[in-house]
């Protein structure tokens, strides 16, 4: 069975400051990762995803991700965080199950971002 | 642009009653997913549905039934209302139905459920 773990529920980042969220996986097959960000009021949206190739995921908003097989883990990194920024960021792993997507999610990281 | 809808934002609901959530998507999606967020708890999916009329269960399915009789609607059904059903619920739709395992979920911006 696949898992996610998120590594802090709330991690605060000064405004500019590098911005880290980590994120580790389990799964019995090669995974597909997603990280999805949920902005307040809101649905989840995509930022970005890895299924097979680069290791290094560039998304949107000047989020970046990399898989590391040896290590299990999908960590979320920015260089300068900005205000805009505050939101809940879920890691998510994908696989087959029974010819169908199933998705595990996180439990989430909420980033602060203090002026 | 993907654009899914839930039929409301905000639900206050009596012990017992029965609830309804509608959700609408507008790309022709196959599969259809409800899920329920809770602080500290992540996402936990309540059911899939893959088809017209075809429903699968997810990891927490008790206590909920679904119903999906257009390819763009996805119902969410709560049979007799109890307090622990307070929650976010959100839906989610995807493209592809069988090895769509790298396929991005689109989500709604959800309904908040209160149960008294």
């Known amino acids: 069975a696949q898992s996610v773990t998120q590594l802090g529920s709330h991690v605060s980042v000064s405004e500019g400051a590098l911005v880290l969220l980590r994120c580790n996986y389990s799964s019995s097959v090669p995974p597909y990762l997603f990280w999805y960000v949920q902005y307040p009021n809101q649905g989840l949206q995509l930022l970005l995803k890895y299924t097979t190739g680069a290791t290094l995921v560039k998304g949107i908003n000047g989020f970046e991700a990399e898989f590391k097989k040896s290590e299990t883990s999908f960590h979320l990194t920015k260089p300068s965080a900005h205000m805009s920024d505050a939101a809940e960021y879920f890691c998510?792993?994908?696989?087959?199950?029974?010819?169908?997507?199933?998705?595990?999610f996180g439990t989430g990281t909420k980033l602060q971002v203090i002026p | 642009d993907v654009k899914v809808t839930q039929s409301s934002r905000y639900l206050v609901k009596r012990t017992g009653e029965k609830v309804f959530l509608e959700c609408v998507q507008d790309m022709d999606h196959e599969n259809m997913f409800w899920y329920r967020q809770d602080p500290g708890l992540g996402l936990r999916l309540i059911y899939f549905s893959y088809d017209v009329k075809m429903k699968e269960k997810g990891d927490i399915p008790e206590g909920y039934s679904v119903s999906r009789e257009k390819k763009e609607r996805f119902s969410l059904i709560l049979e007799s209302a109890s307090t622990n059903q307070t929650s976010m619920y959100l839906c989610?739709?995807?493209?592809?139905?069988?090895?769509?395992?790298?396929?991005?979920?689109?989500f709604g911006p959800g309904t908040r459920l209160t149960v008294l």
């Open positions: 989610a739709s995807s493209l592809l139905r069988q090895g769509g395992s790298t396929d991005t979920q689109y």
């Open positions: 998510a792993v994908s696989e087959d199950s029974g010819g169908y997507q199933k998705v595990t």
